[in-house]
């Protein structure tokens, strides 16, 4: 049984899941077929709960419910599905399905999840109460609940739950309650989890409560944690058994036990156990046997014990870092290494030994060694591979158990194991294993494989483990994808695949399936050939291939070529598994580059039908095997079978056409010899050529021949045999003597040679008279371009010149002479040389420096005047010029060379050089060196410091040694530091020896001074006056007195160095004080100098700095230089990258370390060129501070240098144009500049112009809408921008403007920012010839700055930058909030703040969350509010115009805040700034707090857990958030503070109470709790209201309660009644007016002709008929704009025309019904019918019906329309009234006509009661007063407009209820009363529709003048008799119905 219930548990599951997927579309088998196919299938399993069957009349059967739990999106279609299923479905004999019912479906939505039952099943009373109702509770029983219910409760059957039974003992049964036994295996990576992570399951076991239920039929009853492996124990993998559970004795037995002797159960594994047993409860305690414990003897010791514990430490070392003297290192800081070495109090570490290292690197594999003194015991070497020979020190593979080597105790080696007695072999068995191998193809070899095979037949298989050994290894199949058909596959010897393998791929073997093509389907290998069966054969197939070849691309040898390759290959060729291919034929070649076009022809063997060369033109004699074209139904050749001779078809008759042919071939592209070449071709070609079937080329003749390279200029020629007539040579200038065959340039009428018929000699014409002009040409040849032979070159290609040269035809060169050559690379400069027979008068030499003796025929220089060399007549020697006389002039050269750069023997490669240089070298014309000596070295990298020498016959005067530190023995040729006076050695002339220096006497003290007097020197010398040097350093020692102590060391040391180094820089030095003060340890010293001059500032400070450095070789001197650090860059932009280079000069610092540091913080190091420098790259602003370099020398001695190193933006470039058009026949100046820097303009090509200021020509040809785009960059730095240049054609320029330049309609102009902003303006050129749709993207420069630094934020730069963006934007507060970009600029950095410290972890601290709140807070402010309206209103208008673009800006800013409290922190924080306050604390049980007087959050339960909540009131957030909510209302407005509310733990329950503000209407309303919903309008945001509710409203306070929580405030609108009756009132009214209007206007056209026979009443109609006609078309529009404000998907521009055209007719409507009142007034004040004209009263009457509402709605758009205030916000169709007041333009208007037509009604009506009151009986006999006054009220109320006066009712009181209903009322029907009582009620109008009636009625009319007509004809009868009467005529019923022909119609 309980298989049948499984097998049916599966089919239910899967006849849910398929039947849904098969009643999709695209399923062609239906269901019902699909259950037939599946009755006997199986699927996996869900859980089931078993009832008892309760019927005794199936006491023999089983019922099971199977519940389902499924997720579907589509509910209909699954109970389509399973209703129309037929059961019972048979599952077996014994199993079938009854029914399949949804019996609970639950759905998410905004709070949770909502469950509601199917039909005839209901939710227990129970659920009802615990999870809450969304119905009525009927019967205990309720249909929908708001949660899912625990347990995965589903509905009962209704009955089940309604009718309650007795239990009785029956065949019922209880239900069967099954224990099933779960084994839980958790994987749980040990790098992530803590150490305690096993307590941690322990105790949190331990806090569960069971059982817990999972379903109603499936609980847990208990959880027991049994196993914990750690992998991280000393052996290996380790498993203990918990508390009360334990293995088999059997398993410790079987594997490694890690048990204590003292436990008598299996609990401890090393490894994992033998078949993955977990440990069992122990129920038995049968303790398993365990060894005899060894007895320990216990001795008591007064201190506490000490033990010594084994660690093992396991280090791995990446391969790829492995150095190869990495291990001798590591053995070496071993051995160095100093113990005992304290960890703590209780710890020290004695001593720590290298025991085991195992090397990857080895040939088989890992290769493991001990160290010396180590080694495993030797049952490890008998279970491994070994490689030692005695003593178990090297094995191959790691070592089993991880275990290492020992310390030897004893070297005794490993014992033969004694011969032990085998026992019974253990069962083997073989298993195949198969390997694949992947070998490069790039390293393969070509003998790869032969190799691998030879390798795997010679190799020896050693055993891999005692239990496991490779018995063979067999290569079988080898892919290689090198060959011709991609992969191919070959078995190996004696294997192959079976033969179904070679039919499913391409075969490329035989019989034997052993070769295919691609890899083998399921990678499957060879297998050994056990049957040679051969593999069934194949069937022939013919193909036909047509390949298209492009000429272009191929030799013309493609058919050859084509031929050899088919006739290359190798047939059959393998295609794939079963087609291969046999033979292939080339049958048919066309080819296109013949004469006759489209040549085919046969290949050999092969040719057409003779009826296809009948029905085509064949190009062959007698076998159809060439034509011309392609054949009929392009049939190809067939072989040749009988090769029958086909009748030739006759050819055409043949008509000769001559063509001229003119050839323009470029000169600079071909040779000289062309004419003749393409004579040469021209009679090599056979005639005639076909180049069709029928056309072809008879003959070809060449005639003339033009050359433009003559010297003539364009010279024609003609061909031998053909001439020009003589009159053209006579008319042209001919360049023959007797036949016309050349002239210069073309001939006239470009005509060309004819044949020679009669060759007539031409006269010739007389040439013109020559004139010889003399011409100078002076060439500039740039010397660094050409050889030093030039001139030679030169001279010798005039010569080869033939005289004379014709350039035109009245002009040549006669002759050309050679005069002058100047030569500036002569040695005296530049050098003028006259050519043979030429030269200078001799006044020219006199006046100039001469280089020659006799003839002035060179000089030094220009020649005066530039005057050039002339031909010698008579040459005349000219007398010499005495050369002047020359001084020598001695001059001394002093090179400084840095040491550090240069090689060592710099001073011998110097020697060498001088001495290879030839003398003298002139300078100039009168200056030169003679001679140039190497007298004196200074080296500074000696022994004693700075070291001078003299060079071979130099030396200095002997009193120099003897007054200085002399460094040799006689002669003065050496010297420690500089000679006195800087003195150079000197020649030797007499080389004397001088006499030695007595070395001074030693002192008894250790004194380093001089204690003897001087030895007296022969000649007495004054002795110069001491010169004092002052100088001071530091000492990074502790000071002590003793330093002062002149035997102290320290003071014997720097004594001497501060001696010693004085008296080689300075000469004759003595130290007058030394001491040494407290400050670590300063030391002041004062030397006296003996020198006949004061040293310079140089040596003093070269002195000083010796000093410094001998110091500081012995003792740590603190330095600090007084210089900054360089910079290679100066001043220093953003995003540069510089060197900073440390300068420590003049100091010897030898072996160093240095420190680079930023405010203090280590800089990392840097491989760079200089030693001393460092690179940073793009140095930005968070690179800006003081930077310093710290050089570690010496003992000790540190060198300090500084600098602040402070970046700056980098400066903008202003363009001018930005983007603009240029007319083709128009120029543009192009202006480029920026301030600091140099900029220039680069070309299209990317030439640099050189300059700032261009002016562009348009090029030519100039094509409309080319575009040119120009650059311009920085010179010194990566930064350009573009100027655009769009050419036109046209004349004139739609658009013009100085900020957006010129434009053609539609085109974007684009403009330049103001100072201090970058970006763009932008407008687009509208068709009225204006710019419209200003954007303004200009953004801030100091935020743009900004924006780019919170892309590279980082953890120590994020409060810095927070600190500088709350500066800038206080600073600039003003500029940020009136700039709509910059607040997006903003919303960006806030934006990348958040991103980067969530990336980074990173939390703010209270500082920097202060500085980020008041930026933003500062952004909220009212005065920002305009720009944020034109944000939300342009985000909306990007949503309906791009459903990709959706974004909000106001949504984006506040989603910052939302993601503000996971980065601020876990610590309370309590943050009042102006306009945010944000409160970060303990979430308490129950919280309530106030915030700001104005929002107060009440929490009532919180859960009880310590965690926090995040709370940020917003002051003035309304200021950015629309009021657009779901319904997308634009009445709506936040009047509360928004309050974001973040917990960190999950709230269902939230009350918030809101203060009312923002006060824009004193009856503002209908209060809406609302939340912002991110999500909602795809993402565009907006408020909504699901989850929260409204509790009260009262004393300005509004009281919400929600759900959930997020961002919460208060939505309310003006208190205007939103109902659905005033909403069918509107639209159904609306309707019917409309329909009314219609059937006014069709009477009106019916009656037209017969109502305009007096002006009256014509101007009357008119005016009807356009009230009626404006208020039909408002009404539609009105309809029109409702539909677009309702749509989901928003269209601003429809919107926006829908709003301009309501707009304009309801005003039309308005001022119709002006004129008609004033039409009425003007009847009603004017006695007769004179006056104004019909003709001026339409004038009056259209101007002021149209043209009024024109002017204003049209100023109305203009004013508001660009800055987006036009209609309302959420695209809702009607003026705007919060941001720019539109509204007004409608409602002044309407509500000042309306006033005006009631005064017009008010005189109406006095005028009708005055008649009653003076009028006569027929008048007086009429209706009631009143009756009369509601008549004319009624007809003139709809005409005069007077109900829209209710409108002041609805704005003084919006909220009444009975206003607003009769103000929809009326005005909606206004059509109904229009048609009513202007029309339907007039009789007139009856009678002028009823033609036969008009005589009756017109016999009526004279006798009452009461019923002669109703409605406003018989008001204006009336008003007319009135008038009558006042002025004393009284008319007869004749006469009152002829004066009624005027007004009654």
Not at 1871 to 1879: A, E, K, P, S
Request: charged content about 15%; hydrophobic content about 35%; overall charge negative.
């Amino acid at each position: 049984m309980r298989m049948a219930l499984l097998k049916a548990l599966r089919f239910g599951v899967l006849m849910l899941v398929i039947c849904f997927t098969l009643d999709q579309p695209g399923f062609r088998q239906s269901v019902s077929v699909f259950f037939q196919d599946l009755r006997d299938a199986t699927s996996s399993i869900l859980h089931a709960r078993e009832k008892r069957g309760a019927s005794s009349a199936l006491s023999n059967f089983t019922e099971h419910d199977l519940q389902f739990v499924i997720t579907f999106s589509d509910l209909e279609s699954l109970q389509r599905i399973l209703g129309n299923i037929s059961f019972p479905i048979a599952i077996n004999n014994t199993v079938e399905i009854n029914s399949i019912e949804t019996t609970t479906v639950c759905s998410p939505n905004i709070t949770g999840y909502q469950c509601i039952c199917e039909e005839n099943f209901a939710w227990s009373y129970n659920n009802c109460i615990t999870y809450g109702v969304c119905d009525a509770i009927i019967g205990d029983t309720c249909g929908c609940i708001n949660d899912l219910p625990a347990g995965d409760q589903f509905c009962q059957s209704n009955s089940s739950q309604t009718v309650t039974t007795t239990a009785t003992p029956s065949s019922t049964q209880a239900i069967d309650l099954v224990d099933i036994d779960v084994d839980i295996v958790l994987f749980i990576p040990t790098s992530r989890v803590s150490s305690s992570i096993f307590s941690y399951i322990r105790s949190y076991l331990q806090s569960i409560t069971f059982p817990i239920p999972i379903s109603q039929s499936l609980g847990v009853k208990e959880l027991h944690f049994t196993t914990a492996c750690d992998p991280n124990s000393a052996n290996g993998l380790q498993c203990l058994c918990e508390i009360g559970f334990a293995w088999p004795c059997d398993t410790c037995n079987s594997s490694n036990s890690c048990n204590d002797p003292s436990n008598p159960f299996c609990t401890c594994l090393n490894g994992l156990p033998s078949n993955n047993d977990y440990c069992q409860l122990i129920t038995n305690s049968s303790v398993c046997p365990t060894p005899s414990p060894t007895p320990v003897t216990t001795v008591s010791t007064t201190p506490p014990p000490i033990y010594e514990i084994d660690l093992v430490l396991e280090v791995h070392i990446p391969f790829s870092s492995y150095q190869s003297d990495t291990l001798n290192g590591f053995r070496e800081s071993l051995n160095n290494k100093t113990f005992l070495t304290p960890f703590s109090k209780s710890l020290n570490i004695t001593e720590l030994f290298l025991t085991t290292v195992c090397d990857p690197n080895s040939t088989y594999g890992y290769q493991c060694v001990c160290e010396s003194g180590f080694a495993w015991p030797c049952d490890m070497c008998s279970s491994n591979s070994s490689c030692s020979s005695q003593i178990c020190t090297c094995i191959y593979g790691l070592p089993s158990s991880n275990e290492f080597c020992e310390p030897i105790t004893g070297n005794a080696t490993c014992p033969t194991p004694p011969p032990v007695t085998t026992p019974p072999p253990l069962p083997t068995y073989e298993i195949d294993l198969v390997l694949d191998v992947h070998i490069p193809v790039n390293s393969l070899q070509e003998n790869t494989l032969d190799t691998f095979r030879r390798n795997l037949l010679n190799k020896t298989i050693p055993g891999v483990q005692q239990a496991f050994t490779v018995l063979q290894i067999t290569l079988t199949t080898v892919c290689d994808p090198n060959s011709t058909y991609g992969y191919q596959c070959v078995c190996e010897s004696g294997f192959a695949w079976p033969c179904d393998m070679c039919s499913s791929n391409s075969s490329c073997s035989s019989q034997i399936c052993t070769c295919i093509y691609g890899l083998p389907s399921n990678n499957e290998f060879c297998e050994p050939i056990t049957d040679n069966s051969i593999c069934p054969t194949s069937v022939d197939i013919d193909v036909d291939f047509a390949v298209f070849i492009p000429t272009s691309i191929v030799s013309s040898s493609i058919f050859s070529y084509i031929r050899s390759y088919l006739q290359s290959l190798t047939f059959p060729i393998p295609i794939f598994q079963s087609v291969e291919l046999k033979e292939l034929h080339f049958t048919t070649a066309c080819d296109p580059n013949s004469a006759n076009g489209l040549q085919c022809q046969c290949e050999s063997g092969f040719a057409w039908p003779c009826d296809t060369c009948n029905s085509s033109n064949s190009c062959n004699d007698q076998t159809c095997t060439c034509l011309y074209g392609l054949p009929p139904n392009n049939e190809f050749c067939q072989p040749v079978s009988n090769a029958t001779i086909c009748k030739p078809t006759p050819a055409p008759p043949t008509v000769d056409i001559d063509v001229d042919i003119v050839v323009f071939i470029p000169t600079s592209r071909v040779s000289s010899n062309i004419i003749s070449y393409f004579r040469s071709y021209l009679h090599s070609i056979t005639f005639p050529i076909p180049i069709s079937q029928s056309l072809g080329v008879k003959e070809l003749h060449f005639t003339t021949a033009c050359d433009p390279n003559s010297a003539n200029g364009l010279q024609c020629q003609c061909e031998s045999g053909f001439a020009w007539p003589c009159d053209t040579c006579n008319s042209s200038n001919s360049c023959n003597d007797q036949t016309c065959t050349c002239l210069y340039g073309l001939p006239p009428n470009n005509e060309f040679c004819q044949p020679v018929s009669n060759a007539t000699i031409c006269k010739p014409t007389p040439a013109p008279p020559t004139v010889d002009i003399d011409v100078d040409i002076v060439v500039f040849i740039p010397t660094s371009r050409v050889s030093s032979n030039i001139i030679s070159y030169f001279r010798s290609y005039l010569h080869s010149i033939t005289f004379p040269i014709p350039i035109s035809q009245s002009l040549g060169v006669k002759e050309l002479h050679f005069t002058t050559a100047c030569d500036p690379n002569s040695a005296n400069g530049l050098q003028c040389q006259c050519e043979s027979g030429f030269a200078w008068p001799c006044d020219t030499c006199n006046s100039s420096n001469s280089c020659n003796d006799q003839t002035c025929t060179c000089l030094y220089g220009l020649p005066p005047n530039n005057e050039f060399c002339q031909p010698v007549s008579n040459a005349t020697i000219c007398k010499p010029t005495p050369a002047p006389p020359t001084v020598d002039i001695d001059v001394d050269i002093v090179v400084f060379i840095p040491t550090s750069r240069v090689s060592s023997n710099i001073i011998s490669y110097f020697r060498s050089y001088l001495h290879s240089i030839t003398f003298p070298i002139p300078i100039s014309q009168s200056l030169g060196v003679k001679e140039l000596h190497f007298t004196t070295a200074c080296d500074p990298n000696s022994a004693n410091g700075l070291q001078c020498q003299c060079e071979s016959g130099f030396a200095w005067p002997c009193d120099t040694c003897n007054s200085s530190n002399s460094c040799n023995n006689q002669t003065c040729t050496c010297l420690y530091g500089l000679p006195p006076n800087n003195e150079f050695c000197q020649p030797v002339s007499n080389a004397t020896i001088c006499k030695p220096t007595p070395a001074p006497p030693t002192a008894t003290t250790s004194l380093p001074f001089i204690t003897s007097p001087p030895p007296t020197m022969t000649t007495p010398v004054a002795t110069p006056s001491p010169k004092n040097v002052l100088g001071t350093f530091t000492m990074d020692m502790p000071f002590s007195e003793s330093f002062n102590e002149k035997n102290n060391v320290v003071y014997q040391t720097v004594y001497n160095a501060t001696l010693n180094k004085c008296t080689i820089v300075l000469a004759k030095c003595a130290v007058k004080n030394l001491n040494f003060k407290a400050g670590s340890t300063i030391a002041n010293y004062e030397l006296n100098v003996f020198s006949s001059e004061t040293p310079t500032e140089i040596k003093v400070q070269i002195t000083k700095n010796e000093i410094l450095s001998e110091v500081a070789s012995k003792y740590p001197v603190s330095i600090v230089s007084s210089s900054p650090l360089s910079v290679d860059k100066d001043p220093l932009y953003a995003g540069d990258t510089i060197n900073v280079t440390c300068d420590p000069s003049g100091l010897t610092i030898g072996n160093y370390e240095i420190l680079w540091t930023r405010e203090g913080g280590e800089l990392p190091k840097q491989s760079t060129f200089d030693k001393y420098s460092i690179l940073i790259r793009e140095f930005s602003k968070y690179d800006d501070g003081m930077y310093g370099c710290k050089i570690t020398f010496g003992a000790g001695s540190t060198f300090t240098q500084t600098r602040q190193l402070t970046s700056r933006a980098l400066p903008l470039i202003t363009v001018s144009p930005i983007k603009d058009r240029v007319r083709c026949s128009g120029t543009r100046l192009l202006t480029c500049q920026v301030d600091e820097l140099k900029v220039t303009l680069f070309d299209p090509n990317g030439r640099d112009l050189g300059v700032t200021s261009y002016t562009f020509t348009p090029p030519t040809p100039c094509a409309d809408g080319d575009v040119r785009t120009y650059k311009c960059k920085l010179t010194e730095r990566d930064s350009a921008k573009e100027i655009t240049l769009v050419l036109t054609t046209s004349v004139n320029f739609d658009c013009t403007s100085d900020i957006y330049g010129n434009a053609m309609i539609g085109d974007t102009g684009i403009g330049k920012c103001d100072t201090n902003y970058v970006g763009e303006k932008t407008a687009v050129c509208m068709a009225g010839g204006n710019y419209g749709d200003e954007q303004n993207n200009c953004v801030l420069q100091v935020i743009v700055d900004l924006l780019d630094r919170s892309k590279n934020l980082n953890t120590l730069t994020i409060p810095v930058f927070l600190e500088d963006l709350k500066n800038a934007t206080v600073r600039n507060n003003d500029l940020i909030i009136k700039s709509p970009a910059t607040i997006i600029a903003m919303i960006k950095i806030f934006e990348n703040v958040a991103n980067t410290t969530s990336s980074l972890n990173v939390n703010l601290g209270k500082n920097s969350t202060r500085n980020f709140l008041e930026s933003a807070g500062l952004l909220t402010i009212d005065n920002a509010r305009g720009s944020w309206t034109f944000l939300n209103y342009n985000d909306t208008k990007n949503t309906t115009e791009d459903k990709l673009s959706r974004s909000s800006s106001s949504s984006a800013f506040l989603n910052v805040f939302e993601n503000l409290p996971s980065f601020i922190g876990n610590d309370s924080l309590d943050i009042n700034t102006d306009f945010i306050l944000l409160n970060k604390t303990r979430l308490t049980d129950p919280f309530n707090s106030v915030y700001n007087s104005s929002v107060d959050i009440e929490i009532p339960q919180a859960g009880g857990e310590e965690k926090f909540i995040t709370i940020i009131i917003f002051a003035s957030m309304y200021n950015v958030l629309p009021g657009r909510d779901q319904l997308n209302t634009s009445t709506n407005r936040v009047h509360g503070r928004v309050a974001l509310v973040r917990p960190e733990v999950e709230i269902s329950n939230i009350s918030l109470t809101f203060d009312v503000i923002n006060y824009t209407n004193d009856t503002i309303g209908n209060p809406k709790c609302v939340f912002w919903d991110f999500s909602l309008y795809d993402g565009l945001g907006g408020w909504s209201d699901n989850g929260c509710s409204l509790v009260y409203f009262e004393n300005e306070t509004v009281s919400c309660n929600c759900n959930h929580t997020t961002s919460f405030s208060i939505l309310m609108s003006p208190d205007s009644p939103r109902s659905l009756i005033l909403d069918y009132i509107t639209y159904i009214g609306v309707g019917i007016s409309m329909a009314c209007l219609v059937i006014c206007l069709i009477i009106e056209a019916i009656i037209w002709r017969k109502i305009n026979k007096n002006a009256t009443s014509y101007l009357r109609h008119v005016s009807i008929v356009n009230i009626a006609l404006s208020l039909l078309i408002a009404n539609i529009w009105f309809i029109i704009g409702a539909a677009i404000s309702d749509a989901d998907q928003k269209n601003p521009p429809a919107c926006t025309a829908a709003t301009f055209f309501i707009h304009f007719f309801y005003l039309a409507l308005f001022f119709w019904m002006l004129a008609s009142a004033l039409l009425l007034l003007y009847r009603t004040l004017s006695v007769f019918d004179g006056g104004l004209s019909k003709l001026t009263m339409l004038i009056i009457g259209f101007s002021l019906g149209y043209g009024a509402p024109l002017i204003i709605v049209t100023i109305t758009i203009a004013a508001t329309a660009p800055s987006n205030e036009y209609i309302r916000e959420n695209v809702i169709c009607w003026l705007n009234w919060y941001e720019s007041k539109a509204l007004l333009a409608f409602v002044v208007p309407a509500l000042l006509i309306v006033v005006i037509n009631f005064v017009i009604l008010i005189v109406v009506l006095y005028k009708i009661l005055r008649r009653r009151v003076g009028g006569n009986a027929a008048q007086t006999g009429e209706k009631h007063v009143l009756y009369v006054i509601a008549r004319s009220l009624a007809v003139l109320t709809p005409f005069f407009g007077l109900t829209w006066g209710l409108g002041v009712g609805v704005m003084v009181s919006p909220q009444n209820f009975g206003i607003n209903v009769a103000f929809a009322f009326f005005n909606s029907l206004q059509g109904f009363f229009i048609l009513v009582f202007g029309t339907l009620l007039d009789k007139k109008v009856w009678s002028a529709m009823n033609i036969p009636s008009l005589t009756s009625q017109g016999r009526t009319q004279s006798t009452s003048a009461g019923t002669s007509s109703s409605g406003l004809s018989n008001l204006f009868r009336k008003i007319r008799i009135n008038r009558g009467s006042r002025s004393g005529y009284h008319m007869s019923s004749t006469g009152q119905s002829a004066s009624n022909d005027s007004f009654n119609t």
